[in-house]
T-cell receptor, first 115, second 117 residues
Framework: AQKITQTQPGMFVQEKEAVTLDCTYD???????LFWYKQPSSGEMIFLIY??????QNATEGRYSLNFQKARKSANLVISASQLGDSAMYFC????????????FGGGTRVLVKP | DTGVSQDPRHKITKRGQNVTFRCDPI?????LYWYRQTLGQGPEFLTY????????KSRLLSDRFSAERPKGSFSTLEIQRTEQGDSAMYLC???????????????FGPGTRLTVL
C-alpha cells in the first residue's frame, strides 16, 4: 500500500482564491510527522508546514494551514489567497519514528494559479 | 544563514562513467540526507548520515552507489559505471537532529540533475 497518497495530479486555482490539496497517509506508528513541501520549476524543495501526530491544533504558517484529521489519516494543505508565485508542485511527506529519519513522499500535486 | 548547497547543479555524462556530487549542509545541522527524484515522481530516500556515521541506506542504493561524510560536514555521493536509469535529480537535505518542535524538519538543496547518455 502507498504510504502517502495525493490523488490530485493537477489543479487550477484563480488568483486570490483558496485551494485545498489532499493528502492521505498510511501508518501503524503512533508517533509520526507530516510535512508539506513546495517545488517550483527550479527544482528546490521548499519546506512549508509541519504537523506532528500528537499536535492537538492544526498547524498554520502564514497563508498555509494544515487540516489534520487523524482518524481519517488525512493531512490536507490549504493555501489561502493564492498568488501567481504559488504555481508549483506540492508534495506531502511523512516521517515515521519507527522507520528512522527518512521522509516518504507522495506523488505530488501540480498547482497552476490563473491571473 | 546560508542554506543547503549542492554542486554541480547539472551533470551530463556518458554511460559507464563515474560521477560524484557534493552537498554542503546548513552549518549547524548534524544530519544529512540524500534523495533521488525521477521525472514526475516524489523524492525517494537513498541514505542518511548522523555526523560522519552513515546510519541508514535504502535498497535503492545499489553497490554502484557510495556516499561519504568524512568529517561530519559536507557529503559526497558517487555513482560508478553510470546507467541510463540513473538519470534523475539528486537532492540533498539536512536537519538539526532535534525531534522537538518541527519534527526535525529537513531543508533541501537545489539538487543536481544528472543526465546519462
Amino acid at each position: 500500500a502507498q504510504k502517502i497518497t495525493q490523488t490530485q495530479p493537477g489543479m487550477f486555482v484563480q488568483e486570490k482564491e483558496a485551494v485545498t490539496l489532499d493528502c492521505t497517509y498510511d501508518t501503524s506508528d503512533q508517533s509520526y510527522g507530516l510535512f508539506w513541501y513546495k517545488q517550483p520549476s527550479s527544482g528546490e524543495m521548499i519546506f512549508l508546514i509541519y504537523q506532528g501526530s500528537y499536535d492537538e491544533q492544526n498547524a498554520t504558517e502564514g497563508r498555509y494551514s494544515l487540516n489534520f484529521q487523524k482518524a481519517r489519516k488525512s493531512a490536507n494543505l490549504v493555501i489561502s489567497a493564492s498568488q501567481l508565485g504559488d504555481s508549483a508542485m506540492y508534495f506531502c511527506a511523512m516521517r515515521e519514528e519507527a522507520a528512522g529519519n527518512k521522509l516518504t513522499f507522495g506523488g505530488g500535486t501540480r498547482v497552476l494559479v490563473k491571473p | 544563514d546560508t542554506g543547503v548547497s549542492q554542486d554541480p547543479r547539472h551533470k551530463i555524462t556518458k554511460r559507464g562513467q563515474n560521477v560524484t556530487f557534493r552537498c554542503d549542509p546548513i552549518s549547524e545541522h548534524n544530519r544529512l540526507y540524500w534523495y533521488r527524484q525521477t521525472l514526475g515522481q516524489g523524492p525517494e530516500f537513498l541514505t542518511y548520515f548522523q555526523n560522519e556515521a552513515q546510519l541508514e541506506k535504502s535498497r535503492l542504493l545499489s553497490d554502484r552507489f557510495s556516499a561519504e561524510r568524512p568529517k561530519g560536514s559536507f557529503s559526497t555521493l558517487e555513482i560508478q559505471r553510470t546507467e541510463q536509469g540513473d538519470s534523475a535529480m539528486y537532492l540533498c537535505a539536512s536537519s538539526l537532529g532535534a525531534l522537538r518542535g518541527r519534527g526535525d524538519t529537513q531543508y533541501f538543496g537545489p539538487g543536481t540533475r544528472l543526465t546519462v547518455l
